[in-house]
C-alpha cells in the first residue's frame, strides 16, 4: 500500500517555485469561490508517521491559503468541557460550516492508531473504531462534506536518514523526540495498523492519498495539488455533491515518476544462472505444494502484466513444476452472459480453489480497475469504488489460509515494440497479435497511472502486489517461481 | 424497535382473500417484468423469532409467485465443498442473476446471530460480523440488487399462546422443537442482539421490515405487499438503480391499527391521585438527579408529540422539581443560519449535557423524520438515512452514560380539536395556536404513519420510546416523571 510512497520522489526548486506561483493562486481563488458558494465544508484529515512532514504542511497550507478561511484542530489533550461529554463531541464542536476549511491533525484516526499500537485495544476494537469513523465520514458526506485524507510516509531507512539530518542540525534537533519512531517495533506496528485502518476507509468519496515524506517541495506540491483538484472538481458540480466520488484516486505523480519508472528493468539472468535456477524453484514449488501443511492452506496466483510481458511463459514455467491435477488455469476474457447477469465479483469467487488447490488466473478481479477504468467500460463510481470491494474480498480469501500471491510483469515501451513486431513476424505467434493490442498500446500512459494507483491502493500487507521486471523473460520467470515459494514457506512458519 | 410488531395485528378472512387475489396478479406481473428487464435481482433475506411463521412464508411465496425465477436456499449445513472455502462463498455461488429472485433463510444474519446467542462470539465480534454484512449489501446494491430483509417478530407473551396452540393441535405438535424458545433466556438473548443486528444494518438501500408474525393472514399480506411495491418501485426507475433507496421503509399497517391506535388514551387520573403521585414523583426526581451516582451520568429528555398534546406543561412539571441550575431546556425551531451551514446532527450536539447536566428537548432531532418527512423539507433519501444516523448518535451518547428518554405525547383528533378551540377563545392562550397548527392537523394521518415508523425504527433496546396517553393531562404529566425516574434508577442499577 506504501510501495508508491517509497521510491524517492522529487521535485527540483525551480519546477518547485515555477508551480507554487499558480497553485497558490488558484487555491486562494478556490478557496474564495468556496465561500462564496458557502455549499459545502472541506474537511482535511493528516494522518501518518511521525518525522514525514505532518506539521511543516499545515504550516504551508496556512501560509498559501487565507488563513481566515481555515480552521487547524490537533485535537491532543482533551478539555475537562471535551471530557465530560461523548468522545465525538469535540470533533461534532470543531466541524467547519459550509464554505470553510478544517485542517484535523490528531483525528479520530490518530486516536485509534495510537491505541492500538500501545496495545490499549485489540484488532476487534479496532475494527470497531474503524467502523464509526466510516460511519462518520459517510454521514460528513451524505451531508455535502468534502473530505481529503492524506497519509504522510516514510520508509524505515529514509526516516533514519531525517533522523540523522536533525541531529546534525541544532536549529531543529529539539524535534528529536521523534527519535522514539525509530525504535523499530513501534515503526512496524504503526505502518501495519495504517494499513489496516487505510485499506478498510479507503472510500471512494473519502479516499486516502498517500504522500511521500521525503522531498519537501515533492510533498508540499502534491498535498496542494491534490486539494486544488478535488475542490475545483466539486465546485464545478452544480447539484449538491452528496457523496460525491472524488474525481480520482491519486494524483499523477508530479515528478513522473510512478512506480513503474522505479523498477530496473536491465535486471536479466545468464542461460545458465536460468537453468540452474528455474530448476531449484521449480522442485521447491514441487516440494512445498506436496507438503503437508499445504492441506491447511490453498494457492491463488493472479497474472497481470503489458501486453506481451511473458504471462503465459511465466505461468507455464510455474505449472511445468507440477501435476496437472494440482491446479488450475482460469483465463480471464470478456464476461459470459451469466456472469454479466452477476455482481462483479462473481466470475472471480466461483473459481476459488478449495483447500489444497491451486488456482492461476490469467487476468482477473484488477480488469476493473485497469482495462474497464482505461477503456471507460464502467463509470468511474464502479472502478472507484472496486478498491476497497477488492481488499474486502481478498482479506476473505487470507483470513480463509488462502494464500494470494499477484504479480505485475513490467517490460518497457521498445521491449514491447519488438516483441509485437517479433509476433507479427513468427507465424506460429500470428495469432497473439491483434489490433487491439497496438490500440491499447497507444494508451501506455493512462494505463501506467492505472497500474500505479491499483498497486497503491491494493498492494497490502495480507496480499502484496510483487512487480517482476520481465524485459528479461528469464529473470521474470524465476522471481515469479521464487515469490510463490517464499510466499508458501511464509504462510507456513505463521501456522506454528 | 418491535414495538409495533406486538400489538396484534390481525386481518379478517374476507378481507384477505379479496385482497391476496389481487396481490397475487399482480406479484406474478411483477416477477414477468424483473426477468423481462433483467436489471437487477431480488434479494428477500428471512430472518427473526423461531415459530414466528418463517418457513410457512416462504412456502406461500413460492405457491403465489412463479417458483421457477425464485431460489430458496436454507444454507442449514454447509457442505464439505463449501467448508473448504471462504464462508462467504457459500453466499456468492446461490446469488440469483439479474432479473431472478433468491430467498434466503439462515442467511448472514442467522449465523451471526446464533454465535453471539451461543456464547461462541463476544459483542466486539458480532460487530465486525455486522460490519461485514454492512459491506456485502452495500456491495450488492451497488452492483444493482434490491434487497428486502424481513425479520419476524412475536412477543414472548404471543410465542407461548402459539405453542401452546400447537401442542393441541396433533398433526402439528411435531413442530414442538421450538419450544427450546420458551426457555426465557434464549428469547431474550435473541431479542436483544437481534435489536443490536437491526440497529445497524437498517440502512436505506436495504432496510428490516419488522412484521408480527401471530396472524398468518396479516403476516403473508404484509409480507407480500413490501415486496410488490418495492419491486414495482425499483421496475419503474429506468436507470440501473444504484443503491437506490426503498420508496418507504414501512408500508402503512394493512388492518390500519398503528402503534398509536393500540394506546389507551382513556387512561386517567383523579385529582388527587394527580396530586398524590405528582408529589411523590417529583420528590423522587429531585432525589436521583442529587444522587451523587448521577455524577457519572447526565439526563437527556426529548418530548416529542402532536400539537397541544400538553408537552409544554409536562416539561413544566419535571421543572418544578428541581433547581433552574440543575437543568437546561433547548426548544427547537427552525435552524438557524449558523446551524444550516453544518450537518444535520450538529445543532443537536452542540447542546448536549457534561456530566451531571439534565437536558430537556422540547422538540429535537426527530424532527427530520417527523415534519420535514411529511412537509416534504428534504428528499426522502435524508430522512431515510436518519433512521441509522440518529440511532448511531444515541447510541454514541448512552456509551457514554448519558440517559436517554425519549416521549411520544400522544392525543387523539377530538381532543385535539377541542384543545384548539379552548386556546383560540382563551386571550391569554391564543399566541398558542397558529396557522399552521390546523394545517398540520390536516395531516393528521401521514404523521400518523411517521411516528410508527419512527417508533419502530429508533426505539432501541439503549434509548426506547416512551409512549404516553396524554387526553389526561394529569396521566400524562406523571406518566412522564415516573418514567424518568425509572429510566434514572435502572441506570444506577447497571453501575453496580
Redesign the interface.
Known sequence: MFESAEIGHSIDKETYEREVTELREALLEAQYELKRQ?RF?VIILINGIEGAGKGETVKLLNEWMDPRLIQVDSFLWPTD?EL??????RF??R?P???RTAIFFGNWYSQMLHARVNGDI?D??L??AI??AE?FER??C??G?LIFKFWFHLSKKQLKERLKALEKDPQRSWQLSEIDWLQSEVYDKFVRYGERVLRRTSRDYAPWYIVEGVDERYRSLTIGRTILEGLQAALDVKDRP?RQPHAAPLVASLDNRGLLDSLDLSLALSKDQYKTQLAQEQARLATLIRDKRFRQHSLVAVFEGNDAAGKGGAIRRVTDALDPRQYHIVPIAAPTE?E???????RF??H????RQFTIFDRSWYGRVLVERVEGFCPP??WL?AYS?IN?FEE??V??G?VVVKFWLAIDKDTQYQRFKERESIPFKRYKITEEDWRNRDKWDQYVDAVGDMVDRTSTEIAPWTLIEANDKRFARVKVLRTLNDALEAAYRKDK
Chains 1, 2 share one sequence.
Open positions: 458557502a465544508p468541557e465530560s461529554r461523548p468522545p465525538q463531541w461534532w464542536r466541524l460550516p459550509k464554505g485489540k476487534s476494537r475494527d470497531v467502523d464509526a460511519r454521514m460528513l451524505d451531508e462534506a452528496r451469466e454479466r447477469a452477476q455482481p462483479y465479483l462473481w469467487w466461483r476459488m480453489p478449495a483447500r463510481a464502479d469504488r470491494e474486502d476473505q480469501l483470513e480463509f488462502i
